[in-house]
């Protein structure tokens, strides 16, 4: 009897640290604030701390340029359908929030020729720059465990990630996390 009243407590120990874990996800993924103000975690000093190269060969650090405002940080490149298929969502989603404070960048993992030959067909309103092979690895860094493209995470205001995704985004799931953003 003992036995039984053991695995039972158990079992409820497991589901409720397995509910704790979801719920937690849950709210990493509407959008909430971080909660520390402290250093950063190592993925997200990686991003912060990194130089990308542009199209017309300048030096772009993130730090510089995107630190202290929401950031939506999109990682693609012109040879993955689904990166293709978002990116005029991401583009509308910059438009739409800009002025409510969001910054979006996109990280082409690709080539310079073929990123200037993309952009030439679909002009977009945000700054890209390129990462290269290496944006895998910083991607891994921030959440993305399988590397895959497209992947596009979300920054609060004091440079912590808030939102990942693994695949394509739309524009109404970007507008729910956006608006869950004190910014």
């Known amino acids: ?18 509910g704790g874990a979801y719920l937690a996800l849950q709210h990493e993924q509407r959008g909430a604030a971080p909660a520390a103000t402290g250093p950063l975690s190592p993925g997200a000093a990686a991003f912060w701390n990194a130089s990308f190269d542009t199209l017309d060969q300048q030096t772009y650090q993130p730090a510089a ?20 298929k978002e990116l005029p969502e991401i583009n509308q989603f910059h438009d739409e929030f800009a002025s409510k404070g969001w910054q979006v960048l996109g990280l082409a993992v690709d080539a310079p020729t073929p990123v200037r030959g993309f952009l030439e067909k679909l002009p977009l309103k945000f700054p890209v720059a390129l990462a290269g092979l290496t944006g895998t690895d910083l991607s891994k860094q921030l959440g993305n465990s399988k590397g895959g493209l497209p992947f596009t995470v979300a920054f609060g205001v004091q440079g912590e990630p808030i939102w990942r995704k693994l695949g394509a985004t739309h524009l109404e799931e970007l507008r729910a996390m956006a608006s869950a953003v004190k910014v």
């Open 1 to 18: 009897m003992q036995r039984r009243a053991v695995l039972g407590l158990g079992a409820a120990g497991v589901l409720a640290a397995g």
């Open 65 to 84: 340029h995107l630190r202290g405002k929401p950031l939506l940080l999109n990682f693609w490149a012109t040879w993955c359908a689904p990166c293709v």
